[in-house]
């Protein structure tokens, strides 16, 4: 299998409440948060790499986790930044934000093709870097994702 440049990138987010000053730079208030993630994905492998002492609340679905942060159940919530930004647009996630940086966790989405297939590889290529050129891409991922899905 070969890959198309990235036509899309996830990143993970720490979503809290709005006045919540939890600050996910400072190593501190991730060991001292009840953090809630989903299990077996990313976001949770992610944390418990870096933050080895820190013992999440797992979850079998995203919804759970986020229901427990709605609930006060839990300080924080980490997850990829695509459904974070989907709940937090919801009536549920109204009273909630973002906290500190997106984190890159290198986790490019591509095409796949098959090995050797130079041509067509070229040409999801450039049909890729065409519409990222013209704007066509931005105002395909705000209108089925929302303007902050858009990369900086």
């Known amino acids: 299998m070969s890959f198309s ?28 948060a009840k953090i809630s993630v989903q299990d077996s994905t990313i976001s949770s492998q992610w944390l418990t790499q870096t933050y080895p002492d820190v013992k999440p609340t797992l979850h079998s679905t995203l919804v759970n986790a986020f229901l427990d942060l709605g609930a006060s159940r839990s300080d924080v919530v980490i997850s990829d930044k695509m459904p974070a930004m989907t709940w937090l647009g919801s009536e549920l996630g109204k009273d909630f934000a ?23 590889l070229a040409k999801f290529n450039q049909a890729l870097a065409d519409i990222k050129a013209d704007g066509t891409y931005d105002k395909i991922v705000i209108e089925h994702f929302g303007e902050s899905m858009v990369s900086k």
Not at 5 to 25: G, M, Q, R
Not at 99 to 107: A, L, R, S, T
Not at 110 to 118: E, F, Q
């Open 5 to 32: 440049e990235p036509y899309f990138v996830n990143t993970l987010v720490f979503v809290a409440k709005n006045d919540n000053s939890f600050d996910p730079a400072n190593p501190d208030n991730i060991k001292s």
């Open 98 to 120: 973002v906290k500190g940086d997106e984190i890159d966790i290198n986790d490019n989405f591509a095409i796949a093709v098959d090995k050797g297939n130079d041509e067509l």
